[in-house]
């Protein structure tokens, strides 16, 4: 790609219209004062590989991938960054200079950076942590906690079975509770992390008993419509730290701005408020 070149990024995914990444990323775009554009793109499963291999020769430098291809892709990469094969998807794919393709996952880098940015005094080691769920975020979520030095990870999630897998991917570090057993799961936790879609706008209420909810513990929602789910209104109102989900959507992205782009931006509250804004 020559000097003249605008580098070009993007997401891609089916539907990709509700993606608020080209708002974030076109925001930072017009802050830094940087050539260059992020583009959305949906493309369907069958033309994923043919989309894949043609996007550098267009000017493309990387690209989001979002639901339903984040699995799909890591076998159209070249290189697999151990994250990625970890949590067995990708979320920010980068071509680099010779042509190669490389995958990573971000998702386990954003949500640490916005539990320790939304309550500094977090600590991996202080107790057990909760996730309830076991999608492709829980998995994310699981191994950056492994990764940080919690030693337990309790999972509790509506199908036992895909709890039970992810104890056989991650190991003895995990404990796996049936989800009517969730509110037990609760009691000593001292993170506890929902990566379900209950409680988001338009779902199913989030109904987990929360009575043996520790007020000093933390407790997240990768939810962020509404801000303030009623997960983190129950544990704000038990005297619990609470952080809001909005912050791993933007510390996710960063890694791969900062590779297309050569900047690395910040996420502050002026970030915050672009992204809460209609």
Request: hydrophobic share 40%; glycine share 12%; proline share 5%.
């Amino acid at each position: 790609m020559s000097g003249d070149t605008i580098p070009l990024a993007g997401v891609i995914g089916s539907p990709i219209a509700h993606s608020r990444s080209p708002k974030l990323h076109g925001y930072w775009l017009e802050r830094y004062g940087l050539h260059g554009h992020y583009i959305p793109m949906d493309i369907a499963h069958a033309d994923l590989a043919n989309a894949v291999k043609t996007l550098p020769s267009l000017g493309f430098v990387g690209v989001n991938v979002t639901i339903p291809h984040k699995i799909s892709v890591l076998g159209l990469a070249d290189s697999v960054s151990d994250r990625a094969s970890l949590i067995g998807a990708a979320n920010t794919l980068t071509y680099q200079s010779d042509g190669k393709l490389h995958a990573d996952n971000t998702d386990g880098y954003g949500f640490l950076e916005n539990l320790r940015s939304g309550a500094p005094d977090w600590d991996p080691e202080a107790g057990p942590a909760l996730v309830l769920g076991a999608g492709g975020a829980a998995r994310a979520v699981i191994a950056a906690l492994l990764g940080a030095g919690t030693r337990e990870v309790r999972i509790s999630n509506r199908t036992r079975a895909r709890g039970d897998a992810l104890r056989a991917k991650f190991g003895n570090r995990i404990a796996v509770y049936d989800w009517v057993q969730a509110g037990n799961a609760v009691e000593g936790a001292a993170t506890v992390v929902n990566t379900t879609s209950l409680g988001m706008e338009g779902k199913a209420e989030f109904r987990v008993p929360l009575d043996g909810l520790d007020p000093s513990a933390i407790v997240t929602d990768l939810v962020y419509t509404p801000l303030e789910t009623t997960l983190l209104k129950r544990a704000r109102d038990a005297g619990c730290t609470t952080v809001d989900g909005l912050g791993m959507l933007l510390h996710q992205a960063t890694p791969g701005f900062e590779r297309w782009f050569g900047v690395k931006p910040e996420v502050d509250e002026e970030t915050r408020r672009v992204m809460l804004e209609p």
